[in-house]
């Protein structure tokens, strides 16, 4: 495993925003109304916020960043790394992160990369940022994380398109030589790589006309090359069976008791069907794994900080200490074990159609 | 392991009640049988059996015999 221990930085505050358009299961023209039963009662999801007039990521994460920033009373000068973890870029070139540092005002000492990482992007956001700011030269970071993920997939794809919905999250860090140490253990299955895919766009297959050519694979999917796909068996055993072992093994390690040491366990909410496996096979109390994935979905990266956003602002007012399990893209999953007290979190924010969308 | 509890349990991953399956069943002919039922059946299998079936071992099998012969094989 490849076991992360980011010391003296702390998790100051979260922030998230949605695009204003929510569509429910029951709209779908594919899904009849027993269908769209199964579907509620199976993956759990009712409702998801999509970007539908042409909303990016970046404009949900500029919304949620701006809050949250004002949230903390942060000086834009005292933030030294901006990072944008998307896989839904505003352009192929220049990265998200740079226009983003312009947009939000933030000084040009400010170091900004993007992590096109997926599902664990909140993890990988915080393995690498955390890591970088433990030294105590950079102070503080703010950490975007969000998708257009609606936006990728064929609106014609039964197996992908009701899975996911569209989000910004701003995550707020800071150096902290009190802060509890932030614990991660990182792992890859690229033999996997195809289960979660994008055919067409980037330089191994350019997009040419035929990018857009749809193509019916029966049971109701129906794609062309240039949207993503999800191989739904491949990517089920896969989080049913990895996730739980890396959760388990840190526990372990750090001989962290499940049901006396940690306060929450927040589980990647990609279906319910994977969240339920994980907390049997882990043996977790389901009143500790605070849930969002009915009315909010997938949400890629952006999973973990929205469910802090929307299920628990007031109980994160007190320490706390929570568990983080993701898994997605790649494939990766991974494991955080984290500390928080008194963290910020602005209400939930809608970015209005009529609002400044670049 | 028990065939007739193995058909049991795969028929309660049905919407319908009432299922008739029996070993020669093609499953995936039988009628209410979607893409999500698959991903109850492989459910199902992790939790009575404690076996995750690799997806294209599962492809292969046709009728609730050979799935039976395949968790059977992995245990």
Redesign the interface.
């Known amino acids: 495993m490849a076991e992360l221990r980011i010391k003296n930085v702390c998790l100051r505050g979260v922030a998230g925003a949605v695009p204003e358009t929510m569509v429910s299961t029951y709209d779908y023209p594919f899904f009849s109304h027993?269908?769209a039963d199964?579907?509620v009662k199976?993956?759990g999801i009712k409702n998801r916020y999509i970007a539908l007039h042409g909303e990016c990521a970046s404009d949900l994460c500029t919304l949620a960043a701006e809050n949250l920033i004002d949230s903390l009373h942060w000086d834009k000068e005292s933030i030294g790394i901006l990072s944008f973890e998307s896989v839904t870029a505003d352009y192929r070139t220049p990265p998200t992160s740079c226009i983003l540092q312009h947009r939000l005002g933030l000084p040009e000492s400010c170091m900004t990369f993007d992590l096109p990482m997926g599902c664990c992007g909140f993890l990988y956001s915080v393995a690498v940022v955390g890591k970088m700011m433990q030294d105590g030269n950079i102070k503080r970071a703010i950490l975007l994380i969000g998708d257009t993920i609606t936006r990728m997939s064929s609106p014609k794809d039964k197996?992908r398109i009701p899975l996911f919905g569209d989000c910004g999250t701003a995550v707020a860090l800071e150096y902290d030589e009190n802060a509890a140490d932030i614990i991660l253990d990182m792992n890859t299955y690229g033999k996997g790589y195809e289960s979660l895919i994008t055919p067409h766009s980037g330089f191994r297959h350019q997009v040419t006309p035929k990018s857009f050519e749809y193509e019916d694979f029966g049971?109701g999917i129906v794609r062309a090359p240039i949207h993503s796909l999800i191989?739904?068996?491949?990517v089920?055993?896969f989080a049913?069976?990895r996730p739980p072992k890396s959760i388990k093994a840190l526990l372990e390690k750090y001989a962290i008791d499940k049901d006396n040491d940690l306060d929450y366990i927040l589980i990647h909410q990609a279906n319910l069907?994977i969240i339920n496996?994980i907390i049997?096979k882990c043996g977790f109390d389901t009143a500790k794994v605070p849930m969002n994935i009915e009315n909010f979905a997938n949400l890629g990266g952006a999973s973990i900080p929205m469910l802090m956003v929307s299920e628990l602002n007031q109980q994160l007012k007190e320490h706390k200490k929570m568990l983080a399990s993701a898994f997605g893209l790649g494939l990766t999953w991974g494991t955080m074990i984290f500390e928080t007290e008194n963290l910020i979190i602005p209400p939930l924010a809608v970015l209005h159609t009529t609002d400044n969308v670049k | 392991m028990d065939i007739q509890q193995f058909i049991a349990n795969v028929a309660e991953q049905f919407?319908e009640l009432n299922v008739e399956l029996t070993p020669e069943t093609r499953f995936r002919e039988v009628e209410g049988w979607?893409?999500?039922t698959?991903?109850?059946v492989?459910?199902m299998i992790?939790?009575e059996y404690g076996i995750?079936?690799?997806?294209e071992e599962?492809?292969q099998t046709n009728t609730i015999q050979e799935l039976f012969d395949l968790v059977k094989s992995k245990k």
């Open positions: 027993n269908d199964n579907f199976t993956v197996s049971n191989q739904g068996m491949e089920l055993t049913i069976s069907l496996q049997k | 919407d979607v893409s999500l698959a991903l109850l492989i459910t992790d939790d995750v079936l690799p997806p599962m492809r």
